[in-house]
Nanobody, 120 residues
Framework: QVQLVESGGGLVQPGGSLRLSCAASGSIVSINAMEWYRQPPGKQRELVAGITSGETANYADSVKGRFTISRDNAKNMLYLQMTSLKTEDTAVYYC??????????????WGQGTQVTVSS
């Protein structure tokens, strides 16, 4: 059984910073792409940033230059460093990872989400 658990969310003032973490655990042979998504109140879930197993990163235009995605392959961890936060960054943030539990097929797994609220 594979599990993704996010942490690090909370309430922060505009201009502040937060660091989100996502821990992958369970029966894991290999992790391919890892991504952060977010779902603002009343809106659809959207891709924020992604990183390949070779650590090539990509970002949504709305967060470029402010957010940094990284991963620790040895620890099966994913991170999102968020700076210069804006009120429009308020959302539930989800971790997604493409994982092979057996060394053969890959499957997409989601975390339960962590709330980020940017407000003065």
């Amino acid at each position: 059984q594979v599990q993704l658990v996010e942490s690090g969310g909370g309430l922060v003032q505009p201009g502040g910073s937060l660091r989100l973490s996502c821990a992958a655990s369970g029966s894991i042979v290999s992790i391919n792409a890892m991504e952060w998504y977010r779902q603002p109140p009343g809106k659809q879930r959207e891709l924020v940033a992604g990183i390949t197993s070779g650590e090539t990163a990509n970002y949504a235009d709305s967060v470029k230059g402010r957010f940094t995605i990284s991963r620790d392959n040895a620890k099966n961890m994913l991170y999102l460093q968020m700076t210069s936060l804006k009120t429009e960054d308020t959302a539930v943030y989800y971790c997604r990872a493409v994982i092979s539990p057996s060394g053969r097929r890959f499957y997409a797994y989601w975390g339960q989400g962590t709330q980020v609220t940017v407000s003065s």
